[in-house]
């Protein structure tokens, strides 16, 4: 065994002074490096890193949080609504990336739009000193966000608005972008348009509702379904539909699992190049089906930037008025939205 080393198993009873000794450097100097504090010389900093990982030594972040004059823990926690969706995959991967730039560590949990759930989640985070939180709210578990900004939590929403005083806030134009593709439809002929909705109680829901209600007003001839948050209750939805006395020449779909289950519900009655299609929120092989999928498509990637340099700046110090950001969707033109009505075609 080389001089000094000792045999601690995984790093146990290793400490500060065992790396400096290693190294041939001072504690401060170990110190600093651990800490990710700048004023080391890169071949100095190496030194002390190669030094750690010979002995094992495991750095405790907690203590040190404990110790900083600031009690930062160089954590922030992310609360989404299904890390299983691809959207939330792609919104965690943007925020994780950017805080890794900064050397900041992304703790996430699902609330799988259970209030209880997220409820539990911000607290946890909040208790476990996560420098900031970045939450996908479910819209009603206000009083748990409100603690963690009384706490001093920087907070911001994502994807969904919240009114509570102090927060920021990054979304998309729901109610515009599907607006503009319910506007398509009715100029391809569509008159009967049914609008397929998640659980009413989620503000984007009722955004994109209000937007297509902004070109069909709801009536006997646009059928409404809301609280439909599964592919299977789509696809069911979407069959009921399909064989009513009058079916809907158009569907919109308010989420891309909705979107799914009623192009199922399409293809199985074999109706995909008769009824026109258009989804919110891309999805994996869309454009590989025949005809593909057109959807109003957002930007999960810059969402989490978005919300990841609100984030940064409050905890650089930035003590502005809360700010809300609007992230633009475009629409995706892929043969299903472009299905003309009956009446329009030759």
Known sequence: ?????????????????????????????????VNGVSGVAPELAEKVREAARDLGYRHDATASSLRRADRRTDTVALVLEDVANPFSSALQRAITDAAAERGIMVLSGSSDENPSRERDLVETFTARRADGLIVVPTGRADDALRAARIFGTPLVAVDRMVDLEGVDTVTVDNREGTAAAAARLHAAGHRRVAYFGDQPTIWTADERLAGFSDIFPVGPATPVRRGLSSVQ??????HEALASPEPPTAFVSGQNLITIGIRRALQEAGLEHRIALVGFDDFPLADLLTPGVSVIAQDPARLGLEAARLLFARLDGDE??????????????RGSGEIPAPSARP
């Open 320 to 333: 502005g008025p809360a700010r809300h950001c609007v992230v633009p969707t475009r629409y995706i033109a």
């Open 233 to 238: 209750a789509a696809e069911h939805a979407a």
């Open 1 to 33: 065994m080389a001089q000094g080393r000792r045999q601690t198993g995984a790093g146990r009873g290793v400490t500060m002074r065992d790396v400096a000794d290693r190294a041939g450097v001072g504690l401060a100097t170990v110190s600093r490096v």
